[in-house]
């Protein structure tokens, strides 16, 4: 039994590789190789079977895999299973420690992570104490698995451990283990068991968080074999970049400067410590540069646009309210998948169309799965009502994640730092060298806080400290270092994305330090190169008479706010009012966007003025009835918004009533003919009748004083209108106007606009008729403008405020960052 120890890219994975090809290659396949998690497995099937070997799949696995043999009869708790049986735990033992929080799904995995942790270190809920909610949970959910024939991953190694010392090793003669850091003790008690059937040979780097393990396979009887450090010295290169996006784009400019010397684009790796925030930004500047690129990395099945566009189904309000058995629910869902579009006939396939395919069909297959897996958790036969089967299917998607198999040989790696382990390139990327993101900084859990794990160390139960998790972040820092043979380029960006200065790894300080002749270079400004010739510029206008004709039409009647959007930028409307396109769904934890907080404020306020009543109970009651309509999961995020909702909207309550002025009508809808060809409707949020019978309009804004102030001044400038519209459109109705306010609801109440009362109203201006005469004017006059550009085909992407861009969903398809460009006169930077 051979323990090969040593530091990062001493070799000790390529003796193991080595004895592996002289198996395969004489034909003695009574052999595993055990690997620490499942696509780095893969990497090694993949890596075998590129070498021309043929093999049974099942002769590298991770180490659950590898023990399948041995528990038959039990099964694993899958993630979502683990939360619902905290969420039940929960729910009946009702710990007073954890009582405030418990209905979290946060709170919920932040425990399930700690139970996981201390169920991996073979830690059972009866060696816990000082930890009293922690242990009456945890001992719940082991007694609950267990009647459900599930078990816990520490739980499945020991019982594996027992079988395997009672029925022996299935005729394995030699088993490789290799890429772990460390074992916990339950793997080690597999070790120990398989020592007296078959002959080892493991890899340990040689760190101090491995030292325990390291003693442990010592006194097993393992013989240590120490390898030295490998002398490599590839090139070391050190850039900075202003910011995150040009750090991406210089390792993309310099992938491709490899690739034209001749090197392929499997010999190159981009390592990150993990996925957010570097893996999006990645995708999308490699896609743009052309760039072929794998990412090893999942996300959650709940995040793909079919779990979207089921959550959005119009199917869904149907079946509410509805009950029906579990294989009825599969049935119904599963015909769901069809909501995800059908490939398009598109020969050849291009490459992003492929994956898009692949991605869909690993969508459709997880999604089918996730249904079974909902299915288990009820009878058969009970009748189910859809509330509870909706719920269960949501956590299922939100807690299983999605690999979408990509079996392309030459492209780039992107993986985060401990998938990186057994792999060697010739040139790596190592980025988002700052400190808090690479390395990671870990604070105490707050669940198992770092005075009880010292306990529980000393009673033998490995489970690591704050302080020993950052250690092992200077560990990862050095093993992402050890990864290229020929060039490693070490990044970072100097400022981050609101424009401060960012810290540069300290660890980054110390690798300089050591290394001599490490070449510092300052990231370029670069773009890709344009795929296809540039085709002529043209100006974003339709000229085509039928089509203006069409836009007359199709805008004969419009809301004011929507002629607010096209003031904001023409290509806006254009998609959302023109072409009336629709956004995907949002994913759950971003249903409570800015739009339904405004909706849900103007109902509390309407029925609060009508009625009058107590404002908690009727905001409490609009809430939950805002989140049941727009499928909001609670959490966290949805609390954090409700609180601060109640609290704008009890500031804002006591400051309601205008001293001298009674409300006279509430969500009134009225209309404006503005010229021959439109017509304007309004919905008034709340008029009020003041002294001599005159008409005093409110509309009410979730937002803050200072933005209530710059749409006020907005109506000067040209890019507001509502104001001018409301008034002239309750004119129009007969009325006698005394003023048009807006209600700012949002941190300080706050009120704004134009009236004649003889009263103070906030910051309003209190004006003579004429001034409200010359408002009216001013937003006709700007309607009226808009309104012809409209017809005349304008839709170019030309945001007045290009700050709204960044909560805009064109984003994507208005190419502004080119428009802006060319506009600077920035198109002869240099080009990559
Ligand atoms: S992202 Fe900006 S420029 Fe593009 S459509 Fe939206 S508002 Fe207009």
């Known amino acids: 039994m ?56 099942s002769l590298i696995s991770t180490f659950s895999g590898f023990v399948e043999n041995w ?41 399930a992570r700690t139970i996981e942790e201390l169920s991996a270190a073979g830690c059972g809920a009866d060696k816990l104490d000082h930890a009293a909610s922690l242990q009456v949970v945890y001992r719940d959910v082991e007694a609950s698995a267990g009647a ?75 013989q240590e074999q120490h390898c030295e450090a490998a002398r490599r010295n590839p090139r070391v290169v050190l850039v900075k970049a202003r910011t995150q996006d040009r750090e991406i784009d210089e390792i993309a400019a310099r992938i491709l400067a490899e690739v034209r010397a001749g090197r392929p684009f499997r010999e190159i790796g981009i390592v990150v410590r993990s ?67 059908p490939p398009t006939g598109v020969d050849p396939a291009e490459r992003e169309m492929a994956a898009l395919w692949r991605s869909g069909a690993s969508a459709v297959r997880g999604f089918e799965q996730a249904l079974c897996e909902t299915a288990s958790r009820f009878t058969p036969t009970e009748k189910v009502p859809f509330a509870g089967f909706w719920k269960e299917l949501n956590r299922v998607l939100r807690l299983t994640t999605l690999r979408v198999a990509d079996h392309r040989r030459n492209v780039v790696h992107v993986m985060d730092v401990l998938e990186v382990r057994q792999w060697e390139l010739p040139v790596v990327f190592v980025c988002g060298l700052i400190e808090r993101q690479f390395p990671l900084y870990h604070s105490q859990d707050p669940i198992l806080t770092d005075e009880p794990r010292a306990r529980l160390r000393v009673r033998g139960v490995r489970v690591a400290t704050s302080g020993e998790r950052n250690q092992a972040e200077k560990f990862l820092f050095d093993l992402a ?25 300290f660890s980054l300080e110390r690798f300089l330090e050591s290394s001599p002749g490490v070449q510092q270079e300052q990231a370029r400004r670069v773009r890709p190169v344009p795929r296809g010739p540039r085709p002529p510029e043209r100006r974003a206008v339709i000229l085509d008479n039928e ?108 400051q309601a009533v205008i001293p001298g002025a009674s409300v006279s ?83 300080e109440p706050s009120w704004d606009g134009w009236h004649t009362l003889p009263v103070t109203i906030g910051r309003a201006q209190r004006c003579v008729p004429q001034m409200l005469h010359d408002v009216m004017e001013q937003s006709r006059q700007t309607a009226l403008d808009a309104m012809a550009r409209i017809r005349e085909g304008v839709i170019a992407p030309l945001p007045v405020d290009a700050k709204r861009c960044q909560y805009c969903a064109c ?12 506009a600077a006169g920035t198109e002869g930077e240099q080009e990559e």
Not at 21 to 49: I, K
Not at 170 to 175: K, L, V, W
Request: glycine residues 8%; aromatic residues 8%.
């Open 71 to 111: 528990i038959s009869g039990f099964d694993t708790v899958s993630a979502a299973a683990l939360d619902a049986l905290i969420e039940d735990a929960l729910a009946h033992l009702d710990p007073k420690e954890f009582r405030s929080v418990a209905a979290l799904p946060g709170f919920r995995s932040a425990l």
């Open 547 to 654: 089509l203006r004709l069409w836009l007359a039409q199709r805008h004969a009647t419009m809301a004011p706010t929507a002629l607010e959007i096209f003031l904001q930028c023409p290509f806006q409307f254009f998609t959302a009012h023109t072409l009336k396109l629709e956004e995907l769904p949002a994913e759950p934890e971003q249903r409570f966007d800015a739009s339904v907080q405004g909706k849900l404020l103007h109902e509390v306020l309407a029925r609060w003025i009508r009625d009058r009543g107590a404002l908690e109970p009727l905001f409490d009651q609009v809430f939950r009835e805002t989140c049941a309509r727009e499928q909001i999961p609670e959490g966290y995020r949805t609390e954090a918004v409700r609180l601060e909702m109640r609290r704008n909207l009890q500031r804002f309550t006591g």
């Open 481 to 505: 270092t050890t990864r290229a043979t020929d060039t490693l380029v070490l990044s970072y960006p100097e400022f981050n994305a609101k424009g401060d200065e960012t810290l540069r790894s």
């Open 665 to 747: 009508a509430i969500e009134q809808k009225l209309s404006l003919p503005l010229d021959d060809a439109t017509t304007l409707h309004c919905r008034v949020d709340r008029i009020d009748s003041a002294s001599g019978g005159t008409a005093l309009i409110i509309d009410y804004k979730y937002s803050g004083p200072q933005k209530v102030a710059a749409l006020v001044k907005g109506h000067e400038e040209g890019t507001h209108l509502q104001g001018g519209i409301y008034m002239l459109a309750v004119k129009n109705a007969g009325s006698v106007l005394g003023g048009m306010l807006f209600a700012g609801v949002r941190k």
């Open 148 to 222: 459900r024939r599930m078990v816990l991953d520490g739980a499945r190694l020991r019982a594996a451990a027992r079988r395997i010392r009672e029925q022996g090793a299935a005729g394995i003669e030699s088993i490789f283990i290799d890429g772990f850091f460390s074992f916990t003790d339950p793997e080690l008690e597999v070790i120990e068991s398989l020592c007296a059937h078959s002959d080892l040979t493991i890899t340990l780097p040689g760190w101090q968080g491995g030292e325990a393990s390291r003693e442990r396979l010592a006194a097993m009887g393992f």
């Open 275 to 341: 996925s957010d925030p570097y893996v999006p930004a990645l995708s999308t500047a490699l896609e743009r540069f052309g760039i072929p690129a794998r990412f090893y990395f999942a996300s959650p099945l709940a995040r793909h646009s079919l779990a979207r566009r089921v959550a959005a189904a119009e199917e869904l309000d149907v079946w509410r309210g509805q009950t029906a058995t579990p294989p009825e629910w599969v049935a119904r869902f599963g015909a769901l998948s069809c909501l995800l579009p």
């Open 811 to 822: 984003g994507d398809i208005c190419r502004v960052e080119s428009a802006v460009g060319a």
């Open 2 to 57: 051979l323990l090969l120890t040593g530091p990062p890219g001493s070799g000790k994975s390529h003796q193991v590789l080595q004895a592996v090809r002289e198996r395969l290659a004489s034909g003695r396949f009574a052999f595993r190789v055990v690997a620490p998690t499942a696509t780095m497995a893969e990497h090694l099937r993949d890596l075998f079977a590129r070498e021309g070997f043929v093999f049974r799949p």
